[in-house]
């Protein structure tokens, strides 16, 4: 451990970093499958692909905030 450093800042400032690599990831995650591979908006394909793609994101989405609510409370 570096000299100076007190651990307490060491474990927020990892708990931060972490929070946000994860809410990015996410978010990447599900711009290139809506924007990429065209599963956000609806063009010449039936409206269960958008749904499901919808529906999928918001349960991670719920997922995921759960995950950080509880990491943020310990």
Known sequence: MESGWDPDVKKFLL???NSISIVLLWMIAFATAGIYFELGHIKDRPLLYPAIFYTVMAVTLF???R???KVWNK
């Open 15 to 17: 708990k931060v970093l």
């Open 63 to 65: 997922l995921l905030m």
């Open 67 to 69: 995950h950080l609510y």
